[in-house]
Each structure stands twice: as C-alpha cells, then as structure tokens.
C-alpha cells in the first residue's frame, strides 16, 4: 500500500477537487461540515481504488494535510505528488523530504516548500 501526503496552504476544495479529479477517475469528496472537518473521499487510478483524506489545521491553522492511499498512484513520491498539486493549485505545498523516522527528534528536519520562489527545503516555522 502506497502512502502519500502533501500540506496545502490556505486550501480551496474547489482546485483540490480539479487536480484530483484530472489525476483519478470517479472521484467522490465529501462537503466538510465546517470549516475544522476533515474531507474524505475516494477515486480510481489504474484499476485501484484511492483513499483521500484531508485534515485542516495541520500545523497550524492554515495547512490541511492531504492523506492519498493506494496500492498504485500517480506518483511515487510525496514530492513528486506535491510538485503535481502545485502546478495545480499555484499555492503554497509542502511535503516531507522522506528521511525522517518514527521516533527521530524534528526540531530541525527540513521540508520541502514549493511555492512561487521555487523548491526549497526549509525548516517549517
């Protein structure tokens, strides 16, 4: 099972919902019922069926952590998935650079920023 997620800053549902429906295909997203709610939903890539799960208020009020799952997606990596979104959505997406482990201090750990400056790994705050 594959596992991707990306945050989105200042998410609108709208261009969430035109990215990923370019990407998968019978794409359902539920309405959240407030503004905190997390959005869940589903599609279809290749044969396989994809789970989507959005949390708002990830670090911060500001981010929604965007959860795909599925034994196939369209990219490999939570880059790959963010450089995607972006190109998209033209905000601000940030993703794990994937060297952190369970357990390992995050003081310091660098994420990837992909906005209108470019990619760059960063601290978060």
Same mark, same amino acid.
């Given at each position: ?30 309405? !959240? ?22 949390? !708002? ?47 390992? !201090? ?20």
């Amino acid at each position: 099972m594959q596992d991707l997620e990306i945050y989105i800053r200042d998410l609108e549902l709208a261009k969430l919902t035109e990215w990923l429906g370019n990407q998968l295909d019978n794409l359902v997203l539920s309405e !959240p019922a407030s503004a905190t709610a997390a959005i869940k939903g589903a599609g279809d890539y290749r044969g396989h069926r994809v789970r989507i799960s959005a949390y !708002p208020g990830a670090s911060g009020k500001r981010y929604t952590s965007l959860v795909l799952e599925a034994d196939e997606l369209p990219w490999n990596t939570d880059l790959e998935c963010a450089r995607s979104a972006w190109r998209a959505m033209d905000g601000e997406i940030r993703c794990s650079q994937g060297e952190w482990q369970e357990g390992e !201090p995050v003081e310091e750990e660098k994420w990837w920023r992909l906005d209108d400056r470019g990619e760059q790994l960063v601290v978060w705050n």
